[in-house]
């Protein structure tokens, strides 16, 4: 079959069965297979293509269909300007956690430091941290077996295997080093909450990633208390928080000696970030 025709019709199918990107996904999808850009498919429309990739195709587009996020379907998602290798034990990186690397670059520039990442998931913030600051090094933790491994081949296509360490851990079990800075993107969903989330969440991606307890803080509070034993002095904690969750994390965060540096809004002006730093005198 014509590639063009072939991208056309699944597009047709994922639209009417309201996928709202689905001239993009169509895209993404059969690109990933064929092991080319979505430019290629562009060039060469009129490129014939194989039954094997076909039915291979159709497959992929059944599970979009079925509301299966398209970065689980091709098994990654671009961030921070890098595929990162994903699966259903990773969430799947978002932009707006970016909004959070651009400000802690910008806080350490040209600085080496040693950097913990909690909650690490695929490791994406961490190793991007990295990416940028040529001389610092960092562990990413995280209760989950399955993401350890794969932050781990992500550190390993990055090339950044020698500056970074990821490990299985609670982290109440978690008492290793002083750090410079430690970031983390916990669950902040509220439990009452998650049963309204798309179905592209509930169904696919990790609940133990979402679910923040209660008021969605539970985890948050893990971290800030816990920063005041693994915080150097002046150390920077920088966390992600979820919508109308400023104010209270803003007092938990006084409450432990950490004063507050900057907030980072996201696209809807939301406080989607708070940076912090570790008093002297804890």
């Not at 309201?18 to 009129?46: C, H, K, P």
């Not at 094997?52 to 299966?68: C, Q, V």
């Not at 970016?98 to 490791?123: M, P, Q």
């Not at 990413?140 to 490990?167: E, P, V, Y």
């Amino acid at each position: 079959m014509i590639l063009e025709k072939t991208v056309k019709e699944a597009s047709q199918i994922l639209k009417k069965n309201n996928i709202d990107s689905y001239e993009l996904d169509a895209q993404i999808i059969l690109s990933d297979i064929m092991g080319v850009t979505r430019e290629f498919l562009i060039l060469n429309s009129d490129k014939n293509i194989s039954d094997n990739l076909i039915n291979k195709y159709n497959n992929a587009i059944k599970r979009r269909i079925k509301r299966e996020p398209t970065a689980y379907i091709t098994g990654k998602k671009e961030f921070w300007s890098e595929d990162f290798i994903i699966n259903s034990s990773t969430l799947i990186p978002r932009p707006e956690t970016e909004l959070l690397i651009y400000k802690i670059i910008d806080f350490f520039k040209g600085k080496k430091i040693n950097i913990v990442d909690i909650g690490t998931g695929s490791g994406c913030i961490l190793l991007s941290i990295l990416k940028e600051l040529k001389y610092s090094r960092g562990i990413g933790i995280d209760i989950s077996k399955n993401a350890i491994q794969t932050a781990k081949l992500n550190s390993k296509n990055l090339n950044l295997i020698n500056r970074s360490k990821f490990k299985v851990f609670d982290l109440n079990n978690f008492f290793i080093g002083k750090y410079d800075l430690i970031v983390s993107n916990a669950p902040y969903i509220p439990s009452n909450d998650i049963k309204n989330l798309s179905e592209e969440i509930i169904n696919y991606e990790p609940k133990n990633a979402l679910d923040g307890g209660v008021d969605g803080l539970d985890l948050i509070k893990k971290v800030i208390y816990k920063s005041k034993y693994l915080l150097k002095s002046n150390g920077v904690l920088g966390l992600e928080i979820g919508f109308g969750q400023y104010q209270k994390v803003s007092s938990v965060l006084k409450k432990c000696g950490l004063r507050e540096k900057s907030k980072v809004y996201d696209y809807k002006r939301n406080v989607r970030c708070i940076i912090s730093t570790k008093a002297r005198y804890i």
